[in-house]
């Protein structure tokens, strides 16, 4: 990712949204404002990461700034006009150039911590800069990084305002409150959040105070979050793969209690960043054994060491574009002449397999030497100089420098400093000693320990909170906060919550199959399932392959048979002849990614099936035992999934050596063990159901009534989740979106249909038409409309959650109008789900010596830490075995049936129950959690679609092209890539559990 792209996307924030144009084909409806606060549940005290911010009225001054480069006066040729060099973009050469500016005008800055500067456009003053009348003034100075060039920096005059966030937000005008958000961004809230982290951007003077030098070298910032530089060894920092670190940082922004008070929310962040000053060697080794802590001589390298080519290749994948260091690089002319030694940054380019520091030789400047004739390159092409140098082998040189190369074997790294590109041995490069980020995909086995390695406790979250406000940032010694005489207090908000009662979870009894209420713990929330709710009356056949040298036959064998005794006792009904192995067993040695081999063992397999004739009565479970590896996974759920609709099962090779290697007398209760949650994920898949919930509390001796969720009403639940491309994502240049919607009474059986946004926007373009066939299914199964429709949706930010919320409201209304004949369209009830948020809440000690825990199971805070003008509230309804719990934010944007707060947060609770890979309420919504899956899952299709050639990537717009023609094409191109994701119809239940 660019520098620019960087800029683009942490600016996206600052224009204010624009008025609803008339021709928008739909309303904008009223967001609903909150009915009552909620009653059920014991009350609780909780802290809250938020702290009030004191200050005194006062006007603030807001201006722009523009610098460019001064352009060199060129000699005077008729009457072309001069172009001005574009605006400096870069935010961190933009921040240098500001405060050289500043401390060379004093008579303008007498006081440098009276202004806050944002690093891209705008400042902020308590008083005027200049004292006349004038609306724009330019200032000159040196450029920091470039000697001889002058900038130039332009201020203009934007507006004013008076500091007072405590103010009331006109809730009777629009009730798109996020507009009116985004318009105090531009001026209140912009402000506080750039005072706050202004004193880690500031660039000091080199004669600064030693405390501003420290500060600024202490912490980096990178988009909005200021993260902790471990220069030390003690540091704070975890390695979550070779050579990549995730450092603390803290995030901030400005709230508004219930009551208005003004807050900022402090939250601790983890980001992840290549780490400093590591030679490429260590990196190399790190990367090829997964382990930083192998050395270098338990390898055995010696100078006869090589790499091959596939490895140089998945070593420029890892490493391609990171900034790098050597302090001893061939000085070279304008000739390409080695003139000495010199210490230069370069950006990796490649690594060249068939490149040695023996084999390539330099040009090196010898005064003793007879001139010779050389070939040099220029931009008017090749041109023969004569100049008195020796050829020298590479690895002579450095050992003449005190370099002597260890490997000279090794491949030699193509690296590029500005237009320069140089061949530098690896053993002297290193990686920069500045911050920059990993912006790369971490592997499989990085993204599933990453959870556990990052997760603090909450004693240590909450400690770890107030010493990086009040110790590490130095808070109250801040000279901007100073200027600007505003404060913080220091301490938490105590708020209060509430903890609601486990909702009633049913099953089937393992003796008669009868209804019964399951046992619900009432701290963890974990209820034992002795035997699913439902399962498909078809015999289920296991087709096994074994993709992976790292398990032997034995292993898999254990393994299965184990599965298919917890499969039995769950209520499957697989033949006894398959009890012990599996009437199909593939053992296959496959490469990386074989593709033919695998598609035509799959094909070959349900040819044999269908030739039985037993398809109708049967069917098919492929159990893939593998290394996970991204492509191979999404290689297998694309031929499963998408081409032939049958039910597989990848299970990786480590799971299985662990499910071997635990003893009898060590086995997690039943409800936690491997088989248990694989028998959940394949009932799932094979149409059947695992728990439902009641619709209200049984009392003692009740019969349980096989209940709707979450009334007596046929309530339809929506689930929707878009996700976006990120570097070296499996998705390119378009968003990916998955509606899933509810098909029984009991809401645990989903339909889901995949969603190509090729704008790569959080709305869902064409909702209407994927709603019209989801209610088109759930009419066929079930031969009635819904009574009640409710949307969960997630993925939206505050500024668009109105926005969506209409767009995608009147497109389920054109949608009902062309299925329902006519029928009344049925109330609707529409919630946004917000996971991605920094608010957090610890349970309060219960004397003065004790520790903050987390909150229980099923807390709610809907009162004093919530939004003043919408019906929001935060609900912990999972409980937290690892690390400090994170509450989801929940915003009723629309709700036609004027539910009170207690209805509307228990019937997400017992959502939470329902999620059909475990045995216990999780932190989402069921429709939530299903959407965000199927999103994920197409990603891993579409990236092995492109593979292999069913789909092309979006290509950039022609320079012929224009825009009508772009938009065009790219609309019918993710159209083929939108039919290309849809799950066969073959496919028995929900394939992306």
């Known amino acids: 990712m660019s520098h620019v792209d960087e800029i683009e996307r942490t600016r996206s924030y600052r224009a204010p949204p624009s008025k609803t144009s008339s021709s928008t084909s739909y309303e904008l409806i009223k967001a609903v404002q909150r009915p009552n606060h909620g009653t059920k549940g014991e009350l609780i005290n909780l802290l809250v ?117 405590s103010g009331d937000i006109d809730s009777n005008t629009n009730v798109q409150w996020t507009s009116i958000f985004l318009k105090c961004l531009l001026s209140d809230i912009m402000f506080m959040i750039h005072l706050y982290s202004q004193n880690s951007r500031y660039v000091p003077s080199n004669d600064a105070d030693p405390q501003e030098i420290e500060i600024s070298n202490r912490f980096a910032h990178f988009n909005g979050g200021m993260f902790f530089v471990p220069r030390t060894p003690k540091a704070p920092k975890v390695v979550v793969q070779p050579g990549v670190e995730s450092w603390l940082g803290l995030y901030a922004s400005v709230r508004r209690m219930e009551n208005f008070d003004p807050v900022i929310n402090f939250g601790l962040v983890n980001k992840l960043f290549i780490q400093m000053n590591l030679d490429l060697i260590t990196f190399y080794l790190a990367i090829e054994n997964d382990s930083m802590s192998v050395k270098l001589q338990e390898l055995k390298l010696n100078r006869s060491s090589t790499m091959l080519p596939e490895q140089a290749a998945m070593f420029t994948s890892k490493l391609k574009d990171i900034k790098l260091k050597c302090d001893c690089a061939p000085g070279k002319d304008k000739d390409g002449i080695v003139t000495g030694r010199v210490e230069r940054h370069y950006k990796l380019v490649e690594l060249k397999p068939t490149w040695f520091a023996d084999r390539v030789s330099l040009d090196v400047e010898d005064s003793q ?71 790369k995909l971490l592997n499989f086995y990085a993204r599933m320990r990453i959870t556990k390695l990052l997760a603090r406790p909450p004693e240590q979250h909450h400690k770890f909170t107030n010493k990086m406000i009040m110790e590490k940032l130095e808070y109250e010694k801040d000279p901007f906060m100073e200027a600007m005489k505003i404060s913080l207090d220091s301490k938490m908000i105590e708020c209060e919550g509430r903890r609601m009662e486990p909702c009633d979870v049913l099953g089937k009894s393992e003796s008669d199959e009868s209804l019964v209420k399951l046992e619900v713990k009432k701290e963890s929330g974990d209820f034992f399932l002795s035997r699913a709710m439902e399962t498909s009356t078809k015999k289920i056949r296991f087709v096994v ?95 499963c999934d998408i081409l032939h609709g049958v039910v597989s099962q990848v299970v990786d090779e480590g799971t299985v050596k662990k499910a071997c290697k635990t003893l009898q007398d060590e086995m997690p209760s039943d409800y936690k063990s491997v088989y248990h949650h694989l028998c959940l994920k394949l009932n799932a898949k094979l149409g059947g159901i695992n728990q439902i919930v009641s619709e209200s509390e049984l009392d003692e001796g009740d019969e349980p009534e096989y209940g709707r969720m979450p009334s007596n009403e046929r309530t339809m639940f929506i689930g929707i989740d878009v996700i976006h491309p990120s570097p070296n994502s499996p998705i390119r240049d378009l968003s990916l979106g998955a509606i899933v919607a509810s098909m029984d009474k009991n809401a645990a059986k989903y339909a889901v249909r995949i969603k190509v946004n090729s704008r790569c926007n959080e709305n869902v373009q064409h909702f209407d038409e994927h709603f019209s066939l989801l209610l088109a299914k759930y009419i066929s199964i079930n031969n009635f409309l819904p009574e009640r429709i409710v949307i969960l949706r997630d993925g939206v930010s505050d500024s668009e959650m109105v926005k969506a919320a209409s767009q995608e409201l009147n497109s389920i209304k054109l949608a009902w109008r062309k299925c329902a004949n006519g029928k009344k369209c049925p109330p609707f009830t529409y919630i946004v789900v917000q996971k991605n948020h920094k608010t957090r809440f610890y349970r309060q000690p219960n004397n003065e010596n004790g520790q903050v825990k987390n909150p229980p199971m099923g807390t709610v805070v809907d009162k004093d830490v919530v939004t003043p003008h919408m019906f929001d509230f935060y609900m912990v309804s999972h409980y937290t075995q690892l690390g400090t719990t994170r509450p989801i ?60 050639g069913e789909v092309h990537e979006i290509m950039d717009k022609k320079e012929s092209e224009s825009d009508d023609d772009y938009a065009s094409r790219v609309e019918r191109q993710a159209l083929i890539i939108e039919g290309k994701l849809q799950v066969s119809s073959n496919y028995p239940g929900m394939y992306f559990i």
């Open 889 to 948: 934010h929940y915003t009723v944007v629309y709700d036609d049936c004027e539910s009170s707060a207690d209805v509307v947060q228990e019937m997400i609770f017992r959502m939470c129950f329902l999620y059909a890979r475990c045995s216990k309420p999780v932190s989402l919504p069921s429709p939530v959690y299903y959407a965000h899956l199927a999103c994920e899952r197409a990603a891993f299709q579409h990236q092995y679609a492109i593979k292999i």
């Open 369 to 439: 030497a007879p001139e010779i004739a050389l070939k040099v390159k220029t931009k008017a092409g090749m041109r023969t100089i004569r100049r008195r140098c020796r050829s020298v082998r590479m690895d002579e040189w450095y050992a003449a420098q005190g370099k002597p190369l260890n490997y000279p074997k090794l491949p030699l790294c193509s690296v590029k400093s500005g237009k320069r590109e140089d061949l530098i041995p690896m053993e002297v490069l290193f990686t920069h000693d500045q911050p920059q980020k990993y912006i």
């Open 49 to 165: 990461n938020w702290f009030k911010i004191k200050f005194n009225r006062s006007r603030i001054y807001v201006y722009t700034v523009i610098a460019r480069e001064v352009p060199q006066q060129k000699p005077f040729r008729g009457k072309r006009v001069q172009e001005l060099p574009p605006p400096i973009s870069h935010s961190g050469t933009l921040s240098k150039i500001f405060w050289t500016m500043v401390r060379s005008y004093k008579d303008f800055f007498p006081n440098p911590h009276g202004i806050i500067f944002d690093d891209y456009e705008f400042i902020f003053a308590r008083e005027t800069i200049w004292k006349n009348d004038a609306t724009s003034e330019t200032f000159f100075c040196e450029h920091p990084d470039k000697i001889g060039k002058r900038v130039e920096v332009r201020f203009e005059c934007k507006l004013f305002f008076d500091l007072d966030l």
């Open 545 to 639: 392959y074994k993709l992976t040298d790292a398990i032997d036959e034995s292993e898999i064998r254990e393994f299965y048979r184990q599965l298919v005794k917890k499969c039995v006792t769950r209520g499957f009904n697989v033949p006894v002849v398959d009890h012990q192995n599996p009437p199909i067993y593939k053992k296959e040695r496959i490469g990386r990614y074989d593709d033919i081999k695998i598609a035509q063992m799959m094909a070959d397999d349900l040819a044999l099936f269908d030739q039985s004739g037993k398809s109708d009565d049967e069917l098919l479970v492929f159990l893939f035992f593998t290394k996970m590896v991204d492509e191979l996974y999404g290689q297998i759920k694309y031929h």
